[in-house]
């Protein structure tokens, strides 16, 4: 089983969106820009939910059975985000946040069809 078809089969673009966008809402108050919304109690609430994130992403693909729990998880804590963690990473982790989270409750595995079972013969 090659790299291909471990990626076909889970949801890799969602978990990678929810990795980036716990990455972007966990740096956002390390980086230091000087225009941080929220610190002390409040901003570490920011290491937390990108932690959060992070695990989810790593849980679309390590558990693709679980895609539509971590989904909605993965797109309440991206929205928790908003209020609590810089503005959701200045609105983009809070957008990677919600585009994976929707992917990974879209996602659905391939059809696997038996050899030779795959072509109807029509009655004529």
């Given at each position: 089983?090659?790299?291909?078809?471990?990626?076909?089969?889970?949801?890799?673009?969602?978990?990678?969106?929810?990795?980036?966008?716990?990455?972007?809402?966990?740096?956002?108050?390390?980086?230091?820009?000087g225009i941080l919304v929220h610190t002390g109690l409040a901003g570490q609430l920011s290491f937390l939910l990108g932690l959060l994130l992070v695990v989810f992403g790593l849980l679309f693909?390590?558990?693709p059975s679980l895609r539509v729990v971590v989904g909605a998880l993965t797109i309440a804590v991206g929205l928790a985000s908003f209020l609590t963690a810089n503005l959701g990473g200045f609105l983009v982790g809070l957008l990677l946040a919600l585009v994976g989270g929707a992917a990974g409750i879209s996602w659905a595995p391939a059809e696997v069809r038996p050899p030779g079972r795959g072509r109807h013969r029509s009655a004529v």
């Open positions: 089983m090659g790299l291909r078809a471990w990626v076909d089969g889970r949801p890799f673009a969602a978990g990678l969106l929810a990795v980036l966008a716990g990455a972007e809402i966990l740096l956002t108050p390390v980086v230091g820009a693909w390590t558990a």
